[in-house]
């Protein structure tokens, strides 16, 4: 079963773009890769969703190669409450059906 | 419509106990799934529903863990026996239909924190 994995921390100041990458080398040919954002003693908040190419909307842009393998979570102009750990989620087929979610980032916002 | 809701929030049991948690998915969500966290990690899939019916469950599904959703609206979990190594944060989801199996916007409730002493 192979893992879905992400950078384990990034660091960033207020107002940059932020791009995290998800690898995801056994997805699902009909699976959508979905984001998600959790804050401790909370449960994750979604985020974005994605089939291919690219989505965006009011807090996120999402971008996907055509062989849908990875995928990139991109944040425009963090602030100081964008500080949590990022995940994403995939569908995964081998044998049965499951959904992983990868090993998430820590994000951390400078002022 | 509130979103997820998970009863209790906090449970502290002792080794050996069973515990049972509650999950309520928002209204018109047909699917259900149930996710385990420790500390530090992602949270690891568990089971799902869609309605009544339990279409996958995990290996990390001992035979001491066991879920239901009997009226295809709020589910149970259920640990039997619980030991040290059941002490996690256990999360619901609840999803609109969606093509096939996807993992089609997953909203999740608070969790309930299990401490098993």
């Known amino acids: 079963l192979a893992k879905t994995t992400q950078p384990i921390s990034m660091d960033s100041y207020e107002g940059q773009e932020v791009n995290i990458t998800c690898s995801h080398n056994n997805i699902a040919t009909n699976d959508y890769i979905t984001w998600y954002q959790q804050f401790p003693s909370q449960g994750p908040r979604f985020i974005i969703q994605?089939?291919?190419t690219k989505v965006t909307n009011e807090v996120a842009s999402l971008f996907i190669p055509a062989d849908r393998k990875s995928s990139t979570l991109s944040l425009p102009r963090v602030s100081l409450s964008d500080t949590a750990v990022y995940y994403c989620?995939?569908?995964?087929?081998?044998?049965?059906?499951?959904?992983?979610f990868g090993t998430g980032t820590r994000l951390k916002v400078l002022a | 419509d509130t979103g997820v809701s998970q009863d209790p929030r906090h449970k502290i049991t002792k080794r050996g106990q069973n515990v049972t948690f509650r999950c309520d998915p928002i209204?018109?969500?047909?699917?259900l799934y149930w996710y385990r966290q420790t500390l530090g990690q992602g949270p690891e899939f568990l089971t799902y529903f869609q309605n009544e019916a339990q279409l996958e469950k995990s290996r990390l599904l001992s035979d001491r863990f066991s879920a239901e959703r009997p009226k295809g609206s709020f589910s149970t979990l259920e640990i039997q026996r619980t030991e040290q190594g059941d002490s996690a944060m256990y999360l619901c989801?609840?999803?609109?239909?969606?093509?096939?199996?996807?993992?089609?916007?997953?909203?999740f409730g608070p969790g309930t924190r299990l401490t098993v002493t």
């Open positions: 209204s018109e969500h047909n699917r």
């Open positions: 994605g089939y291919k």
């Open positions: 989801a609840s999803s609109s239909p969606g093509a096939g199996a996807s993992s089609y916007e997953q909203y």
């Open positions: 989620l995939v569908g995964e087929s081998s044998g049965t059906y499951k959904y992983i």
